[in-house]
């Protein structure tokens, strides 16, 4: 506590001294003092592998210049008015940015005055450039610190379950770099030596070269039958790890199509993954668990379904705004005696629709004369806020079934409103039209969609990259059919097909039945981590299951 406090007054302090206009444009005065450049570590993979002062860095970044093998999740730390820039760099070909770009950038930056991170994946010193990039910093007189990251290698070792170096196997490690040329004449890799002088080898970048590392290595006297590991993605939901024999690892890794970024080991630690490897045997290990996020309860599932490895999607519901115009529905409101019927399709209809009433100095005694209908018990629970229970509900959740209902009590020549979103469903609208009612759609709410290039939940389903679905509420699967945007049943299990769905209750378990929802798991006591065992329980059975 006393040294950080000692810290933060050394901060203020250094800033009275070193007062920075943040405010000065690029083209300033020359007067303008010069910012200055953190280069920082983010770590291999996980978020939660970043240091304090690498953190600490970003939460008073004014821009931030970010790598493609840092994890996006870092940049919630950073000030939301910060400027942030990709500077690219997937494999080795399609930069966005090129390195003298990158350099120019920063200087440029630095020298308006910000305060800039340039925010890199594991260390930046390690096969990252960061030298380069200093040294332009240095030749620019620009202050700067460096500030370290947990490598891949040891990520990847310690992920995989391989301690890098063991008083029994081995007494040194020797980073390389995979990435040469292996036309080129001369090698800056000591072949003869490494092969058979150092003990653990691992290599970055050696997925593309791996045919020409593993021959260098053989040909130069190390024993073909040495354990290799290479690790994808190492310390997240994605890793993914091939074992095998240095003489045969190459055609195990095209088999497993391991792509980069990858890690290789080689070594006799390796063996030591069979009794070490913690990280990929956590019960719920590459489960990929969607959550549909309401309020603040999905972070306490997420985080505990992330402690037994799952890899959870949170998806945030929908905006939702009002219409562009209320024009529709006032029109409506003036004369809402003559509707037979008003019928709910969601929360959020009856929600803006009573905003808007009360707005007009209206009451629910505006219902007096019509009759209500309802979809779902989420929208009749609603109605029962503003003081109006539902006339009618059928079982089933969908638009269809109260038209079914309704058209079965005869509706010929009567008028019946639906207030709901801009763009909804077509059943309901149709089926009461064809049996003779005058319908009328007013719009109350507007489901904003998407951006533009954001994936769809529905195509996350249709790839199946979903294994589990968690409904903590019955909103929760209101949402979600919402976001999904299917109304009929049948098409609805199609898509799910395989899918794993876990409930917290026997109301939301209702909810999601009468949606035409299969429901899988449902613990006895409906509390977040008991919802968390009853998952991890029938994954574990599952897969039991499948090993007999
Ligand atoms: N400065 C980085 C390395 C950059 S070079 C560091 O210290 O980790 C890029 C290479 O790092 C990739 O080709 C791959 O070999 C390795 N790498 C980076 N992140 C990785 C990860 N999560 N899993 C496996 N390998 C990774």
């Known amino acids: 506590m006393e040294a950080e406090n000692r810290e933060n007054t050394r901060e203020e302090n250094s800033v009275t001294e070193n007062p920075v206009d943040i405010n000065s444009d690029k083209e300033g005065p020359a007067e303008t003092k010069s910012g200055k450049i953190y280069l920082v570590g983010a770590g291999p ?3 939660s592998l970043i240091t304090l002062r690498g953190k600490a860095v970003l939460e008073k970044a004014e821009v931030v210049v970010y790598d493609y093998l840092a994890n996006k999740k870092l940049l919630k730390h950073v000030p939301k008015d910060a400027e942030f820039i990709y500077a690219g760099k997937k494999g080795h070909v399609k930069h966005t940015h090129t390195q003298e770009e990158i350099n120019q950038m920063l200087i440029d930056h630095a020298l308006a005055g910000r305060t800039v991170v340039r925010l890199k994946g594991g260390d930046p010193f390690i096969f990252g450039r960061g030298g380069e990039e200093i040294e332009e910093l240095v030749k620019a007189d620009i202050p700067f610190e460096v500030v370290p990251g947990v490598t891949a290698a040891t990520a ?8 890098i170096t063991h008083r029994k196997y081995t007494a040194s490690v020797t980073f390389l770099t995979g990435h040469e040329d292996p036309d080129k004449p001369t090698s800056n890799v000591a072949w003869d030596k490494i092969a058979t002088g150092a003990g653990t080898l691992v290599f970055y970048m050696g997925i593309k070269n791996l045919d020409h590392i593993v021959e260098k290595l053989i040909d130069n006297g190390r024993d073909p039958k040495t354990p290799v590991a290479v690790v994808r993605w190492a310390s997240t939901p994605r890793q993914r790890t091939v074992v095998g024999p240095l003489e045969k690892i190459s055609s195990y890794v095209k088999k497993a199509r391991i792509k980069p970024p990858a890690i290789v080991l080689v070594g006799d630690v390796v063996r030591l993954r069979k009794k070490i490897n913690w990280y990929e045997n956590r019960s719920l290990f590459g489960k990929r668990i969607l959550i549909t996020r309401t309020r603040d309860q999905a972070s306490e599932l997420v985080a505990q379904l992330e402690e037994l490895g799952a890899d959870c999607r949170e998806w945030a519901t929908i905006a939702i705004k009002p219409p562009e115009s209320w024009d529709e529905l ?11 019927w008003v019928l709910f399709t969601s929360t959020n209809g009856v929600k803006f629709f009573f905003s808007r009433l009360f707005e007009l ?4 005694r505006a219902f007096k004369t019509s009759r209500i209908g309802a979809v779902g018990t989420a929208t009749a629970d609603e109605l029962i806020k503003f003081g109006i229970k539902a006339d009618l509900l059928p079982k089933k959740f969908t638009g269809e079934a109260l038209a ?4 079965a009590k005869g509706v010929k020549g009567d008028k019946i409103l639906i207030p709901r979103a801009v763009a909804g469903g077509e059943a309901l609208p149709e089926t009461l039209s064809k049996a003779g009612a005058q319908v009328t759609i007013v719009p109350v709410y507007r489901n904003m969609r998407p951006k533009e290039g954001e994936k769809s939940l529905r195509m996350e389903f249709e790839k199946k990259n979903i294994d589990i679905v968690t409904f903590t509420s019955s909103s929760t699967v209101t949402n979600f059919l919402h976001m999904i945007g299917i109304e009929d049943p049948d098409e609805l299990k199609k898509l799910l097909d395989g899918v794993t769905i876990a409930s917290i209750g026997p109301i939301t378990t209702k909810t999601a039945e009468q949606s035409g929802l299969k429901v899988h798991i449902q613990p006895k006591a409906h509390t977040i981590p008991a919802l968390v065992e009853s998952i991890e329980a029938y994954v574990i059975q599952e897969g039991s299951e499948a090993a007999e």
């Open 45 to 47: 993979g996980d978020p």
């Open 330 to 340: 006032d029109r409506e409101l003036k004369h809402l005696k003559q509707y037979k």
């Open 156 to 163: 990847a070792a310690t992920y995989a379950g391989i301690p």
């Open 361 to 364: 100095g209206m009451d629910s």
């Open 404 to 407: 079914k209902k309704l058209a």
